[in-house]
Structures are given as structure tokens and as C-alpha cells.
């Protein structure tokens, strides 16, 4: 019997096109998608990854949703990547094709690894199809040039200072911060502090709610979503 590696495709921001050639295939091919849903506050349960596979048209019957709690608690999120670690596993050995789905990139800030480090670690071929990550697609969005020639880029999650933003702004670095959410009051108070640098706003990108802002006024007053972004540097693009 033919067994084959369990693969992790990379969905891209929320905007089902965005997607590879090579990824949409993978899923087309696939008896088995796993798929992360969450529980709203609003007791609804719902997983911006299904939406984007429903637009794909890849059949319902595929996708096996699993639920994974968001909290900084890790613990519950990680005994639940432990469940498709183990159903994952299973169903490669009765043959079938496997696919386990992220948003963006499934290597990048995705804790979807921890399963495919548990895989490899059990020596079960995987593979992993990347994605476009959520600050590349905000670039286009805005119409931005990320980074220029030799000017470096340092993309950070939603745990920074305003002096560590400093620091890396005086090294001639555009900063990507991911995440805002967690924190929201340093970037106001950042704006506050240093209203030259340019700020450029993303929320929700690759969906239809998504949102650019580039007024630092307008940004200094918004509480971040999770799914927000910041793109920082000290000239005009």
C-alpha cells in the first residue's frame, strides 16, 4: 500500500486567490483536510480557513475541522495539535492523501508547526507548500515598497516596546510588527512619541472586512483586532 507524506499548505492571507497553483492542487487530491476552527465570543464557531476551502470549492466532506482555543494558555491549543497529530498519523497509514491547512504561511508565526515538528520528529514525511504571509499581501494592498535596495526589515510579533521600535528605526530597519493586539498601548504611545515616522495600518487583509489606514491619528485611536499588522519606517515609501 502507498502512503504519503502529510502535507501542510499554506492558505495565504484570506483571499482565496492567493493561494498556489501547488497548494490548490495538494487539497484538491486530498481524502482528508484537517482545519482549525475557533469558538466566538458569541458561542458561534467559526475558522476563516473553512471560508477560504468553501471558496476554493474543495468538497466539505474532505475537511475535518478541529477546534483550537485561542488563549495564551497554550496548553488546550496544544493538546488539540496533538489529537491531529494523532489522526493524521493514522489516516497516513491506511493510505490516504493528508493535508493540514494554515493561514499565510504554515511556517511563519503558525503554530501549526508544532505538528509538523511532532511528525517529522516520528519520522513521517511531510511537506510543507508556503504561502504569501499577511505583511507581503498588506504591502500590495497599500501600494508599498516594503523594503529598498540595502535598507534591512525586522518583522516582529505583538510583543514590543516603543523603544525596541526606536531602536530598530535608527538602524535604518523598516519594522513589521504582527499581531497588534498585544500591543496596543505601546503603539500608541509610540505615535504619540515619534509622529515622523510613517505608520501604515492593516487589518483583516485578504478578506472582505479588510482595512488600510495610513493617518497616524486615526490609527492612535483604533483597539487592534487580532488579526492586524503594522507597518513602521521613517521615510516615505
Sequence with gaps: MQMFPVIFVSLGPGEPELITIKGLKALQAADCIFCPETLAKDGNRVSRAADILLQLDIPENTVRRFPLPMSKQREKALSAYDEVYMESSTLRQQG???????????????????????????????EHIP??????????????????????????????????????????????IMKLSR?????????????????????????????????????????????SLLIIRTETF
Excluded at 499565510?104 to 517529522?120: C, E, M, T
Excluded at 509610540?190 to 485578504?206: D, K, S, W
Design 131 to 176: 504561502g504569501i504571509p499577511a505583511f507581503i499581501a498588506a504591502g500590495a494592498l497599500g501600494g508599498l515598497h516594503v523594503a529598498s535596495q540595502e535598507e534591512r526589515l525586522t518583522v516582529i510579533p505583538g510583543i514590543t516596546t516603543t523603544e525596541e521600535i526606536e531602536k530598530l528605526t535608527s538602524e535604518n530597519s523598516a519594522v513589521v
Design 183 to 227: 500591543c496596543t498601548d505601546e503603539i500608541h504611545r509610540c505615535i504619540r512619541l515619534h509622529p515622523e515616522y510613517r505608520y501604515h495600518y492593516f487589518e483583516n487583509v485578504g478578506t472582505p472586512e479588510e482595512k488600510y489606514i495610513n493617518d497616524s491619528k486615526r490609527i492612535a485611536t483604533i483597539r487592534f483586532p487580532y488579526f
Design 96 to 126: 490516504k492523501k493528508v493535508c493540514i491547512v494554515a493561514e499565510g504561511d504554515a511556517g511563519f508565526y503558525s503554530s501549526i508547526h508544532y505538528v509538523y515538528d511532532k511528525l517529522q520528529a516520528d519520522g513521517i514525511p511531510v
